[in-house]
């Protein structure tokens, strides 16, 4: 079963003026900035003000702190998001307007109409591998539009609108949103039971990959994760409807096979049989399947492996993609989204290789002190054992209460949920004040520790107050 109904797409030119109820987030603000850049009318709002607001007011968007009727103004199209409520006052004004009303993922289809559409999917790694691509890419000499579900370190931004006639685009899954796309090339990274509380159950999360395969256009191509079964599955169909396909990952059928993968501080080398050597600046072995996944859509852009090879040895990161925040008192602090089990896994893992080779040139032993947000109710509910059993890869758990984004409390959901789910190996205590968190992550850590904020919540803000905590001790 599908969660929406692809519909037609509206040509971007066709929108006359745009407005953006809640416009400061990662993907709305985005959107909204290449529609700025291709002369579109834009305003919009958000119920706080940030540095994302201010820079599309200096793109020239109308901007507006909180929500009100009034700010709809002049527009022609509003566009939502999958969080924005029917009661909100925007979307009132616009509905009894008889406005046309998009959802963020329209929006984007409007924008991709026309263009030679990138669309990277996958329950994990999209992300990065977007940003990887499109680093990449840029580092040929390539120019393409781009919008991600993150920050670029390098540049601070999500978004961009380029001269050639490539978009690349972060596809959400999460409400079947991505159904929305008409791709030449999409990627699966992989395909794992996640946002449960929309799809019910793992089978229709399958079932709405499987649809978002079936919309690349005809003498398209698939890139598929050959580690994860159910991509490759989704690769079988691909051949059979006469697709280009190709797979990526360890498994030793895949046609870019990831091999000596290596960590090397906050970097690591691997090779792709049969092309040659890559080095990142990111840990992680998951980041060297997201690069693979990269160099398999550049080549068939048609750009040369050595050039793409280069750009991704420039790749700094993503916002809050494992992201360093700094040291303080010989510890350091990261920041990690990571608010799947799957996630939290592969970025204690990277730490621990990380930690691990930094106790080879110092002969000592730093820890991993883990501050854990739980990320939806739905969620926490569905995977508070998963999530407690990532966590003991760490010495130290500090887990804190559910941040509920736009879910309500559910009674019995707690942060306790995953902590209790921790094993006893790992010192585990559950913060639900989350004030107290920063001075409490502090005190646990010694010289040579690492703390991680990991979470899709305002646990992001922890880790500046930690490295202020351990500069005061």
């Not at 607001?53 to 527009?75: E, N, Y």
């Not at 420039?314 to 925040?325: Q, V």
Request: with cysteine; proline share 4%.
């Amino acid at each position: 079963m599908s969660l929406i109904d692809p519909g037609e797409v509206v040509p971007a030119g066709e929108l006359g003026r745009v407005h953006f109820i809640a416009i400061g987030g990662a993907g709305m603000s985005g959107i909204a900035r290449i529609m700025l850049r291709r002369g579109i009318g834009v305003s919009g709002s958000d119920a706080r003000d940030s540095e994302l607001l201010t820079q599309l007011g200096d793109l020239g968007a109308k901007v507006f702190v909180g929500h009100d009727a009034a700010h709809v103004g002049d527009a022609d199209t509003v566009v939502v998001s999958t969080a924005i409520r029917e009661t909100n006052p925007e979307l009132v004004a616009a509905r009894e307007r008889g406005l046309r009303v998009l959802h963020r993922s329209e929006a984007l289809a409007s924008l991709m109409e026309g263009r030679r559409a990138v669309a990277v999917a996958g329950t994990h790694g999209k992300t990065t591998t977007t940003s990887m691509l499109t680093v990449a890419l840029q580092h040929t000499g390539a120019d393409p539009s781009y919008c991600i579900g993150g920050q670029l370190v390098t540049t601070g931004l999500g978004a961009d609108e380029g001269a050639d006639d490539v978009f690349i685009a972060e596809a959400d899954e999460s409400d079947g949103s991505f159904l929305r796309y008409t791709p030449r090339i999409a990627v699966v990274t992989n395909v794992e039971a996640d946002h449960l509380d929309n799809y019910g159950e793992f089978e229709q999360v399958k079932e709405n990959f499987a649809a978002f395969a079936g919309r690349i256009v005809p003498g398209g191509a698939l890139v598929a994760g050959a580690d994860d079964q159910v991509a490759r599955e989704l690769a079988a169909a691909a051949r059979e409807r006469g697709l280009t396909v190709v797979t990526y990952g360890e498994a030793p059928d895949a046609d870019l096979r990831v091999t000596g993968f290596t960590p090397r501080g906050l970097g690591s080398r691997f090779e792709i049989e049969g092309l040659g050597e890559v080095r990142l600046g990111v840990p992680g072995r998951h980041y060297a399947h997201n690069a693979t996944a990269a160099v398999a859509v550049a080549r068939l852009l048609g750009h040369g492996f050595e050039a793409v090879r280069d750009g991704l040895a420039a790749f700094t990161g993503s916002m809050r993609r494992l992201e360093r925040k700094g040291e303080a008192g010989g510890v350091e602090v990261f920041d990690s989204y990571a608010h799947h089990p799957t996630e939290l896994t592969a970025d204690l893992e990277a730490t621990r290789d990380y930690l691990g080779e930094k106790a080879g040139q110092s002969g000592q032993q730093g820890r991993i002190i883990a501050v854990f947000q739980p990320h939806l109710y739905s969620r926490t509910r569905f995977f508070a054992a998963e999530f407690g059993a990532a966590l003991g890869l760490a010495d130290v758990a500090v887990v804190l209460d559910v941040y509920g984004a736009r879910e309500d409390p559910e009674p019995g959901v707690t942060g306790a949920l995953v902590a209790d789910a921790v094993p006893a190996a790992t010192e585990t205590v559950y913060a639900p004040e989350r004030d107290e968190v920063p001075r409490l992550a502090a005190s646990l850590a010694r010289p040579g520790d690492v703390v991680i904020t990991l979470g899709a919540g305002d646990v992001t803000q922890l880790g500046p107050l930690v490295l202020e905590r351990l500069a005061e001790a």
